[in-house]
């Protein structure tokens, strides 16, 4: 089975400019999430999908960041302007339905971002 | 506060030793509880759920105290291959969310 893919893997810009990730679930995974960690710390949640509605982006930064995930399937993360407290690995992570006890998350290799 | 906090690393141990890590967390209505190991530059991946009757698999062994709100994750016989970050992860209301700790790093040496 193929996993959780994420591209580009690394993107190096200057802050103010614009960066856009990409994310392609495990097929027949209903849910999405996107995660931002930054070294040192564990991933925190910006946003959450269940298929193409939005059930929790409490944490994401409205100003600067969107996602969307339009056909309930893959989906984009934007950042615009990248600030240098972007830099970061984003990590995309797909479960079959919210995960809670016996579901599990499965998480794309990230996308490392370095905002210069 | 952190919602989720780990002992701080990193750990550094011999092959065959045993170590234990340690987490608390502050919200009472958390629901479910895992281990989740990250190698270097890798993403992190489900390593057990975490019962309140506990739970081992193989070294592993995982306890909830909910009364407490602390979770532990022991290791025996360490190997070379668990050396990696060791993410304390609990999940609100069911509804998905994880929320993560900071992560305790263990060294494996020779």
């Known amino acids: 089975e193929a996993g959780v893919a994420q591209s580009p893997r690394y993107k190096i810009i200057e802050k103010r400019q614009s960066v856009a990730f990409w994310c392609n679930p495990i097929?027949?995974?209903?849910?999405l999430y996107w995660y931002q960690q930054i070294l040192g710390q564990g991933p925190k949640l910006l946003i959450q999908?269940?298929?193409?509605?939005?059930?929790?982006d409490s944490q994401l930064p409205k100003d600067r960041f969107s996602a969307e995930r339009l056909k309930g399937v893959d989906s984009t993360l934007k950042i615009q302007p990248a600030k240098l407290e972007d830099s970061a690995v984003y990590l995309c992570?797909?479960?079959?339905?919210?995960?809670?006890?016996?579901?599990?998350?499965?998480f794309g290799p990230g996308t490392r971002l370095l905002v210069l | 506060r952190k919602e989720v906090e780990q002992d701080p690393g990193p750990f550094n141990v011999p092959e065959g030793a045993t170590v234990a890590f340690n987490c608390t967390y502050s919200?009472?209505?958390?629901?479910?509880f895992f281990w989740y190991r990250q190698d270097c530059r890798k993403e992190p991946k489900l390593l057990m759920s975490?019962?309140?009757s506990g739970n081992e698999d193989g070294r592993f062994t995982a306890q909830l105290n909910r009364a407490s709100q602390y979770i532990s994750l022991l290791i025996r016989d360490s190997k070379l291959s668990d050396s990696a970050t060791y993410l304390c992860?609990?999940?609100?209301?069911?509804?998905?969310?994880?929320?993560f700790g900071q992560g305790t790093e263990l060294s494996v040496k020779p």
């Open positions: 992570a797909s479960s079959l339905v919210p995960s809670g006890v016996g579901e599990t998350q499965y």
């Open positions: 097929s027949g995974h209903a849910t």
């Open positions: 999908f269940q298929n193409n509605g939005v059930v929790d």
């Open positions: 919200n009472s209505a958390s629901q479910s």
């Open positions: 975490v019962y309140s």
């Open positions: 992860v609990v999940n609100r209301y069911g509804g998905g969310k994880l929320i």
